[in-house]
């Protein structure tokens, strides 16, 4: 495989190349050594970019995609997979204070009464209607080791860089169902998808009706609990 022509001939929307300034002390490094940094420099920002800018159909470059906690993985043929309501079978339910225990930084929708919120795991979850239908909110702090797991068909779902914050980017996944595991549960098939990390929390926003402008909406209109 040519990985510089296959790379060339993605058709992708690259995220914004964050500026770099490299700070010298007194004494001035070799230039070998420079030279060396500013290369490791540039792989990692085109293996940044690569990451985030998934094809519809050339698969065979990227298989896995990590967000905090949430693993992505591209594959040729779905596994099988249930096909539940959205507020079916994710946890217990739980108070307020027990959920801000397992997610420190719990974001919530402002919605009179509060939505009723559940355990899985280390996994806080709630149901809520927007817009008259139910979307699923998941939150996860994204060092803990039992995360999320997608798999996508390559060529069927659509995986897209988006700012769902100032500065602050996600993926937004659409189109064909794929596979979701989500702890201590079978796999299911999922909708269309936010994920997002903030504030070292992995924010996973499920609407199978939600288009990418009203999921990055309702994600910005989240806010911890007074």
């Known amino acids: ?105 719990l974001l919530l929708p402002q919605l009179e009464p509060p939505p009723r919120l559940h355990s899985a795991g280390k996994v806080v979850s709630l149901v809520f209607v927007h817009d008259g239908r139910q979307v699923l909110l998941s939150e996860l702090e994204s060092g803990d080791e039992m995360g999320f797991l997608k798999k996508l068909a390559s060529g069927e779902t659509n995986v897209e860089w988006v700012e769902v914050q100032p500065n602050r980017y996600g993926v937004w996944i659409s189109g064909a169902p794929h596979v979701f595991f989500f702890p201590r549960t079978p ?27 009203a999921a990055i909406a309702l994600a910005r209109s989240l806010r911890f609990p007074g």
């Open 187 to 213: 796999p299911r098939l999922a909708g269309n998808t936010l994920v997002w990390v903030q504030n070292g929390t992995t924010y996973r926003l499920e609407g199978p009706h939600l288009s990418r402008d």
């Open 1 to 105: 495989m040519d990985l510089e022509r296959e790379l060339r001939a993605l058709d992708v929307e690259w995220p914004q190349t964050p500026e770099l300034r490299l700070v010298l002390g007194e004494q001035q490094p070799r230039r070998r050594s420079r030279r060396a940094l500013l290369v490791a420099i540039a792989v990692g920002l085109v293996a940044l970019a690569v990451s985030f800018a998934v094809p519809q159909s050339r698969g065979a470059i990227l298989r896995f995609l990590h967000l905090g906690g949430e693993t992505i993985e591209f594959v040729d043929t779905l596994p099988p997979a249930q096909d539940r309501a959205l507020d079916a079978q994710f946890g217990i339910d739980v108070t307020l204070a027990q959920a801000r225990v397992l997610v420190a930084n």
